[in-house]
């Protein structure tokens, strides 16, 4: 005759918090699931752009809405806000009314910084076009590069200062009388 031993579920032999009770998700897996580094994760938890997890055995353990919290980090960073905007709005969805004021005016900066960066691109193209084309045997007789003496303090006015007819970046020469 064979003797089984009878199963009892969920049968501890230490009474405990259930299984069932703690947040499902460990770093690895959230770091998974949003596609982003754990270094990544614990960094925005001490600058607080994430809560701080529950630890299970020293681990930490996240609910399931940190990844919808890490989607929204990941599409304002796609965006162009820098982490210490992104506390704003996040600061601002915490708060009694909302985002929609920080939305609003980090938006309007952001919008003038990409108007600039717009402008630089165009700037940098025009210069880089002509530049293929360049056919200089020196930066002295080039006019895409200052004349000696006629150096620029800032480098991006560099790009805006040169004007050159056609694709001949030449410097026209100057010829006593």
Do not use: N
Not at 40 to 58: D, F, T
Not at 154 to 162: C, G, T
Request: glycine share 10%; charged share 30%.
């Amino acid at each position: 005759m064979r003797r089984t031993m009878g199963l009892e579920p969920r049968f501890k032999s230490r009474a405990g918090p259930r299984l069932d009770e703690f947040p499902e998700l460990t770093i690895g897996e959230v770091a998974r699931r949003a596609g982003v580094a754990t270094s990544s994760i614990r960094y925005y938890e001490r600058i607080h752009l994430l809560p701080r997890p529950e630890r299970v055995g020293g681990q930490r353990r996240y609910r399931l809405d940190v990844l919808g919290k890490l989607g929204f980090i990941g599409v304002a960073q796609s965006a162009g806000f820098k982490l210490a905007e992104i506390k704003e709005l996040i600061d601002g969805v915490d708060s009694s009314s909302g985002m929609a004021e920080q939305m609003r005016s980090l938006s309007s900066q952001k919008l003038d910084e990409v108007e600039a960066l717009l402008e630089r691109t165009r700037a940098m193209k025009g210069w880089l076009e002509v530049a293929k084309e360049c056919g200089c045997a020196s930066p002295s007789e080039c006019a895409l590069f200052p004349e000696a003496g006629e150096a620029t303090a800032d480098p991006e006015l560099a790009l805006q200062l040169v004007r050159v007819e056609g694709t001949d970046c030449r410097r026209p020469v100057v010829r006593d009388r």
